[in-house]
């Protein structure tokens, strides 16, 4: 058997040990390096190993990388199947194998010095040569190797090989769902080996809660001293427990480091020290005695123009991203990140699930049989990859739990791996949701269960529960969050979660006519793939945060403000800390103007406590005003700047929506009398403006989350091709009244509408009434009116929910203000063009031209707008953002109500209370 289908792991390594720098000196080997991609291992060619290799006409390839994002081969992408046959453990002899050749030059200094090379990923498997010597094979894309390179490593130029191949018997444990990316993607490092160095070393720092008292205990290979300055630890031998006496702990959210030093005397590393100590008791997760709520989120590690080389300054910005939306707990999903990625969650403060390189998931389509995480012959693979994950990453502080991995079912190796890390760690807990009787794991994980779900499990009680992956955020999405949190909160046992999924994996390209968009899926002419499951993020892939994450930093605020008999509410929803890091100021808006603010004296309220107190002094309003209150941090916090808002809250306090639409129209003009269709009685020429409708409309273009159900019951029924039936158009003086029968082919159901205009001298009113007929089969996506305008009426102010969209089940991010905005910037550029930038709650909006002049429309008391340069249809049909093309209209969507989102594109659809049915109903609209 070739080592490439070798079920074994790979072999020629050093043993597993912790990701640290030290002083002994190192070079990183990351630059342009020589490189030939072959279409198979036997067509590479021979020799390659050989120093005198001739590779000049080879190319030239950054590492780290992945070829395929350099022009050599293209990406692939699939979810669960694997895209070769399942034969374990053989792959292809189609298989991309590209042969890296470095040369590069070890300074004097380094000469009789021991060595180790260093790779932090290769994906999928490579046999590595140092001038011209094997070294041995890597496999664990996603984990560490190293090599002892003493023997062969000499001062001047050194020659070093790298064979990748793109599938190899790995390859059946990495089957997440991702893009396959092959190559040596992250740091290839030399490391200088000091005799009597610190090899490897295992620092644990506890915490008492009851004493308040820091207790260190260090292992090394060889006798190290502790220094830790601020603790007056000054060389200390770590050979026994070291007593740190009063300490901060370190948390998610006090991410407390002490700096020292290990020593020996030929090496010095600097450590951070964070004292935590994770346990679960009574069926709960606590941290330093405090039960601890994920308000987490997974993380593929993606970039959209390196894959998952992901640059050390991305990976920063995604925890500070991270921490800018209240989240606290990332689940590496599904294999261990850049080391680097951790060390800035123990700096910047996340809880960490940190994820053993393991997925197996394309055996469940052959009902889980030959299965690698049953089947001995895996075993060393799976137990080496688990070991390689709890090495490297054991320092720590912010990993608090271990998961096996992701998907690969149930099996004896599974169970092996979790004794394993029970004997080498007993600190954390190990977290693996394939193991759904719970026999060998710590923590009850379920992924995507229902509210009702949840609700069960919770009120079940018993072992700590975590749903490791839900609220799917696909396209337009999740709806329901808020009733997830109010279940987590309820129940003791419940721990939150970790929303699938951080960023959209759409890959940066530019189409034919030079525009740019985010390939997913199919777009690399795969034969097989799952198409845009790969976007389904709360970032888009460029980092821009979607309204979902705008809705989940809201949902998650530690700090929630509301209204209460006396005043306002403060609750404080942090674990650990209090709220005195945050100054709270207010800001009177009437009609969504500002008319005073001042700064609120909050009282100190502990973590899980809330106070309710006075309003502050406000002067007197006429209109509909509401008071917002701002938690914002009174200073520079290391992932913010002082200013950044944490929690907000709106009391109303004056006249509510339900009053008449208040607001001096700006200038009354004169307004051009309404010319209405004399034939079909709609509406022609509005203020002097050609429009076309308004007509009654049932149709959204679905989103990613209508798609697998809802969106086929509405083609089924269909809902996206109307037929309008005019029964009567009456004219009157100053009304006009048409009635309707609305109604797609095929189908007995039907719905009647009938709009009656009324004319003032300075307005039209529009009621119309609508009374369904016959048996409707399916939910509706939308109930309201659709009218195009001309293009040039494309500047937007309204007064309502903003300033982002709003959904019935996502509309907790949105507050009443008057805000502005043109028809461009109200789209949500969803890489997958469906249904966005519906404003909810619409008292008023303009919609005007460059010339200040246009159009109000006024709800009675409210509507639901959205405004686009293409119909609806349009945005169903188009497959990426970029194809959609902006046409001579401006069209807009005045709704009763929409559907909810919920996350069915892999989860619960939209909660009862959200869904839309055909019912009796009234609207009114008044356009000046
Ligand atoms: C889960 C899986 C994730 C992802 C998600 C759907 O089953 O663990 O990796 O595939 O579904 O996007």
Redesign the pocket.
Known sequence: MSYIDDPAPGHGARPARAWFSSDAPSLDLGGQWRFHLSPSAAAAPDGVEREDFDDSGWSLLPVPSHWQLHGHGSPAYT?VAYPFPIDPPFVPSENPTGDHRLVFDVPQEWAGLAALLRFDGIDSCGRVWLNGTELGVTRGSRLATEFDVSAVLRTGPNVLVVRVHQWSSGSYLED??MWWLSGIFRDVTLVARPAGGIDDYWLRADYDHTTGHGLLRVETAAPARLSVPELGIVDRAVDEPIEAGVVEPWSAESPRLYDGTLATDTERVPVRIGFRTVAITDGRITVNGLPIMFRGVNRHEFHPEHGRAVPYETARADVLLMKQHNINAVRT??YPPHPAFLALCDELGLWVVDECDLETHGFSAVGWERNPTGDPQWRDACLDRMARTVERDKNRPSVIMWSLG??AHTGKNLADMAEWVHRRDPTRPVHYEGDRACEYVDVHSR?YASHAEVEQIGRAGGMPFVQC?YA?A?GNGPGGLLEYRELFERYPTCHGGFV??WIDHGIARRDARGREYFAYGGDFGEPIHDGS?VI?GLLFPDRTPSPGLLELAKVIEPVRISQCSEGLTIENHHDVIGLDHLTFTWVLEEEGEPRASGVLDAPEVAPGASVCMPLPQLPATSRESWLTVTAALAEDAPWAAAGHVVGWGQVPVSATASGVPGGKVAQSRTFAAPVFDPVDGTLRELGGYPVAGPRLDLWRAPTENDEPVEAKAWRAAGLHRLQHRVISVEHAADEVVVRSRVAPPAQAFGMFATYRWTVAPDAVHLHLDVEPEGEWPATLPRLGLRMALPAALDRVTWFGLGPGEAYADSRQAVRVGRFSSTVDEMQTPYVVPQENGNRANVRWATLTGADGRGLRIEGSPTFELTARRWTSEELAEARHAAELVPGPLVHLNLDIAQNGLGTES?GPGVLPRYQLHAHPATFQLTFR
């Open positions: 979810n997440q769902d999903s599904h992701n998907e992924m992956e799917h696909m699938w999924e499951f389904d892999c």
